[in-house]
């Protein structure tokens, strides 16, 4: 018989987590799915009763997310408008039911290329904050996820919080989901886009793209590019003469690579213009 | 390990005694309290078929640890007619034709009810439809379960107006 625990703090969870080997549940989006038809072998360490992880509070010079915080948490809560694009995201993960249960941690802990949270946290320079019962440490997101379904979580730890520096929460963000059809569906691509325009000129560009390649990328050339150019075409022309040397797409169910990277770069346009205040937001079905 | 929960179903306060923890809310209502209403369509939660309100927030049942609901309130498609007057958003899917075989509706209903107490779709049929979209119909009764939510959330609204009155 497996055990199960449900601690009322986090305290009693890092001390749990510090004696033995468990699984983490927090909404369970991702935790059954991921089970297949194998029965739950493992422990389980139930995070629910954890009401310290979810919220969001501005703390000194951060914007924290609890671990818990579902995707309904963030989209109903006022938040600046560097923030639109995670709650674009958010609004795509799965459906009502799913995002009413589903964590900000959950999807990033799951570390699939496809976890539509990632390009938004990384255009806002997110970090991830991880506990033990003996240390506390801060990881950029970049850093966190390592490759497809691997994260640099220990034994012993557990997420529990993203922090979001408020310096990088200055401007407006958008996000572009392809799916093979309109809901309900996993990304074949995703870009994430925050701009910030001054006197008509971009003076900053954050540009992120999902399942393009084994973990979600910062584009880090074209942000470079952009900076510095009028608000207009002139965006949406350096987009398509810009080398993305970081998409590195595969073939898989859901596309080609090659109709990857065309697509890659079509919604990475259209994130950008609609950041910059240029573009009607669009979602686009293949 | 045997693990007792409390939750009020369908208003009413039960005791179970779970004798394994493993056991996800959607069996828990259908294997051991008889309510079979609530329907199993893919078990992990890309159908909405299992759609049940906990504590007024819809959720897919099949994703849901029922030992993790300890103290929870659970409304199910049981819960809603009172006596033989059916709930104003069975009455409207009834209406619209709102289903053919009818395996999916108990989980639109409930998701249609979470969506109305939730009271931001508005009228746009459009974004009606993306936030029933984790109800998948297949026998295709989209059309009359979107004008179905968008009557009975009208319904519901002038019977919300009538008892403020
Ligand atoms: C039908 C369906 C559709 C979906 N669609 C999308 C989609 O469109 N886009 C998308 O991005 N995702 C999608 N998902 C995936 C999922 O809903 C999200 O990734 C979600 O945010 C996961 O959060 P959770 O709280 O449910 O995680 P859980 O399932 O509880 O946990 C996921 C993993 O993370 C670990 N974990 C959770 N919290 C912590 C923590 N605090 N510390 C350490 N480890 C932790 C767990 O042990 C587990 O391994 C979908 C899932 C389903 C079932
Ligand atoms: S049975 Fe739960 S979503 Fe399909
Ligand atoms: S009525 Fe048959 S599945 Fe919806």
């Avoid at chain 1, 995703?190 to 399942?211: L, N, P």
């Avoid at chain 2, 051991?32 to 939660?45: A, E, F, I, Q, S």
């Avoid at chain 2, 809603?80 to 034709?97: K, R, S």
């Avoid at chain 2, 249609?112 to 119909?137: K, T, Y």
């Amino acid at each position: 018989m497996i055990r199960y625990a449900k601690p009322k703090n986090v305290d009693e969870a890092l001390a749990l987590l510090s004696d033995g080997p468990w699984r983490i549940l927090a909404g369970g989006t991702d935790f059954y799915p991921a089970l297949g038809n194998r029965p739950l072998s493992e422990n389980v360490l139930d995070i629910n009763g954890l009401s310290e992880l979810r919220g969001i509070a501005e703390v000194g010079s951060h914007i924290v997310v609890g671990a818990r915080t579902t995707w309904t948490d963030i989209i109903r809560r006022d938040l600046p408008a560097a923030f639109d694009g995670l709650k674009l995201a958010a609004r795509e993960v799965g459906s009502v039911q799913i995002q009413n249960r589903a964590s900000i941690a959950g999807n990033l802990c799951n570390a699939s290329p496809a976890a539509d949270g990632v390009p938004p946290l990384l255009t806002l320079g997110a970090e991830v904050e991880l506990r033990s019962a003996s240390l506390t440490r801060h990881l950029p997101l970049e850093d966190f996820i390592l490759g497809n379904r691997r994260t640099a979580l220990q034994p012993g730890e557990m997420v529990t919080a993203i922090r979001i520096p408020k310096s990088a929460t200055a401007g407006t963000s958008a996000f572009v989901k392809l799916g093979a059809r309109r809901y309900l569906v996993i990304s074949i691509a995703m870009a994430a886009a925050r701009i910030v325009v001054e006197d008509g000129i971009v003076a900053e560009a954050a540009v992120a793209v999902g399942s393009c390649s084994l973990v979600a990328k910062r584009l880090t050339g074209l942000e470079a590019a952009l900076r510095g150019l009028p608000i207009g075409p002139a965006l949406a022309e350096t987009v398509a003469a810009t080398s993305l040397p970081e998409l590195a797409p595969i073939d898989d169910v859901r596309g080609t690579a090659e109709y990857r990277r065309e697509a890659a770069r079509e919604i990475v346009t259209r994130a950008v213009l609609a950041a910059s205040g240029h573009h009607p937001l669009t979602k686009v079905a293949a | 390990m045997s693990l007792s929960i409390g939750l009020t179903i369908n208003g009413q306060p039960r005791t179970v005694a779970l004798d394994d923890p493993r056991v996800t809310l959607l069996d828990l209502l259908r294997e051991r309290l008889d309510l079979t209403g609530t329907k199993k369509g893919c078990d992990r939660g890309q159908c909405g078929a299992c759609t049940v309100l906990v504590d007024g927030r819809r959720i897919n049942s099949c994703l849901a640890l029922a030992a993790s609901l300890d103290g929870a309130t659970v409304t199910t498609i049981e819960g809603l007619a009172d006596g033989e007057a059916l709930h104003p958003v069975q009455a409207a899917f009834i209406e619209h034709d709102g289903f053919q075989c009818g395996f999916c509706t108990p989980g639109q209903i409930m998701s249609a009810i979470g969506l109305i107490a939730e009271g931001h779709a508005g009228d746009d049929p459009e974004r009606i439809r993306e936030l029933m979209s984790g109800n998948i119909c297949r026998c295709g009764a989209y059309q009359g379960i979107t004008e179905a939510v968008l009557e009975a959330q009208k319904t519901l609204a002038e019977r919300n107006r009538r008892d403020a009155a």
